[in-house]
T-cell receptor, first 114, second 111 residues
């Protein structure tokens, strides 16, 4: 099976701009989660989507948003970029279910805001 | 906040077993222990998880104490490619819920 893919892998934006990142989960996985990783704050949860619905959200401002499509692919959007948004953005997919399940991470998108 | 405590760093000789400890003294009865690792600048990689019993897979073994307040991840024969940050995470097994990452343990495998 192909793994989680994220595009683009690297991105440079200017303060005030907006950006959209894309994530394609592993085939058959219906849950997609997004994380932000910075040297100062480490790995932090942004939000999770399942069957096109956001079902869990971390403590991030409303400038961070996401969506999921019917094929489980997901996008996240950051509007009005700030320097502090420079980070590695990671997407993870997992299967549905109440039993414990593991999340599989993509390689990430490295966003630099100048 | 993360519910786990891990040493910030550890060294291990190549070919030897690496034993990474994790304290989770406030773990609830329905919470699982997960281990992930992150090799520099890559996405975290799932290693193993467990509830009460010890678990083993092709990558590692997980030993959970009887009171479930601590656990140890064992890499039986560490290689240089096992150099990474290892995260111990406690979470429920339910379908909702995110992974709360702490600072992890930076494992350095040395030749």
């Amino acid at each position: 099976k192909a793994g989680v893919t994220q595009t683009p892998r690297y991105l440079i934006k200017t303060r005030g701009q907006q950006v959209t990142l894309s994530c394609s989960p592993i085939s058959g996985h219906r849950s997609v989660s997004w994380y932000q990783q910075t040297p100062g704050q480490g790995l932090q949860f942004l939000f999770e989507y399942f069957s096109e619905t956001q079902r869990n959200k971390g403590n991030f401002p409303g400038r961070f948003s996401g969506r999921q499509f019917s094929n489980s692919r997901s996008e996240m959007n950051v509007s009005t970029l700030e320097l502090g948004d420079s980070a590695l953005y990671l997407c993870a997919s997992s299967t549905q279910g109440i039993v414990p399940y593991e999340q599989y991470f993509g390689p990430g998108t490295r966003l630099t805001v100048t | 906040d993360a519910k786990t405590t891990q040493p910030p760093s550890m060294d291990c000789a190549e070919g030897r077993a690496a034993n990474l400890p994790c304290n989770h003294s406030t773990i609830s009865g329905n919470e699982y222990v997960y281990w992930y690792r992150q090799i520099h600048s890559q996405g975290p990689q799932y290693i193993i998880h467990g509830l009460k019993n010890n678990e083993t897979n092709e990558m590692a073994s997980l030993i959970i104490t009887e009171d479930r307040k601590s656990s140890t991840l064992i890499l039986p024969h560490a290689t240089l490619r096992d150099t990474a940050v290892y995260y111990c995470i406690v979470r429920t097994g339910g379908s909702q819920g995110n992974l709360i990452f702490g600072k992890g343990t930076k494992l350095s495998v040395k030749p």
